[in-house]
């Protein structure tokens, strides 16, 4: 089962990365001073990519946490 659980480790580590990407864009889009409906068409662009990643980061957790269960 080592294979489940470095899978679920590249998974949760992807969804991170997304995570993360998530979070510059909207850092980067809040320091730009932009208007109020252009930043909040920044961040429901950005929404489907954060909660795809976050998605990805739990199925990847849980993929470890089983391969560590059969294992």
């Not at 659980?5 to 979070?23: F, N």
């Not at 920044?42 to 954060?50: A, K, L, M």
């Amino acid at each position: 089962m080592e294979w489940l659980i470095w899978g679920g480790a590249a998974i949760s580590l992807a969804g991170l990365t997304g995570l993360v990407w998530c979070i510059v864009k909207v850092w980067r889009a809040r320091n730009a001073g932009h208007d109020d409906e252009t930043l909040r068409a920044i961040v429901q662009s950005v929404v489907p990519i954060n909660m795809a990643s976050l998605f990805g980061s739990v199925i990847g957790l849980m993929m470890i946490v089983l391969g560590i269960f059969f294992g």
